[in-house]
């Protein structure tokens, strides 16, 4: 399995073999799904909260006395039948989101996600990004050389080092994000169109280290 490397002006710099381990696999579905929803119920936090009739405020006296008054008997205000009343079966935000992901479960569908994104024709690769002064011009430059669309979540690019000359130079793009490929997850690759991995010779060598 090979592929081209491109520069960062959209020329070809050269060719390398791809590991079938990370850009072969066969798409599964149903375990893609399984660790996407467990990393996305892990990064949310539960801000909805009700009051039920213990945590309302409201006089603890019942209303009207038992019987003899033809109306329909009732022990407290704080009911949740009554206006002002507690909520019954509302949202709580002690409620607990987080699902176990095992690490070979996780870097499996992260390479099946890879790998169906490559025979897509969605992963580029550049030998290397580097930007002389930190600015907007030239990060747009680079992104019509190697033709990523201006859409929306156009493409993540995926760095072995951090510089902040390139960071700084593509945050003014609210449709691109950079960071880390050690870091990089299943969800960063799925949200964007386009995967764009930078020194690919070395960087492949982190992908592969995840396997073990």
Do not use: C
């Not at 409201?58 to 008997?73: D, E, F, I, M, V």
């Not at 902040?164 to 169109?193: Q, W």
């Amino acid at each position: 399995m090979e592929t081209t490397i491109y520069n960062q002006t959209g020329k070809e710099a050269g060719k390398m073999k791809l590991p079938a381990t990370i850009f072969g696999l066969p798409w599964n579905e149903t375990l893609v799904h399984q660790v996407i929803v467990a990393m996305m119920g892990n990064a949310r936090i539960p801000w909805a909260h009700t009051k039920n009739r213990g945590e309302v405020a409201g006089t603890g006296k019942k209303p009207w006395k038992q019987k003899g008054t033809g109306r329909a008997r009732h022990g407290s205000r704080r009911s949740p039948i009554w206006v002002g009343g507690g909520i019954a079966h509302g949202p709580r935000n002690e409620r607990v989101y987080d699902r176990k992901i095992n690490k070979k479960m996780r870097a499996k569908a992260l390479f099946t996600i890879l790998s169906k994104k490559f025979k897509d024709g969605e992963v580029v690769f550049v030998d290397s990004i580097t930007l002389k002064t930190p600015k907007t011009k030239l990060a747009k430059e680079v992104l019509d050389s190697l033709k990523i669309n201006k859409k929306k979540n156009a493409a993540f690019f995926a760095f072995e080092k951090k510089d902040d000359g390139v960071i700084k130079s593509f945050r003014n793009f609210n449709n691109i994000e950079l960071g880390g490929l050690k870091d990089l997850s299943p969800l960063d690759v799925l949200k964007y169109k386009n995967l764009v991995i930078e020194n690919p010779e070395t960087s492949l060598k982190v992908l592969e280290a995840r396997i073990k």
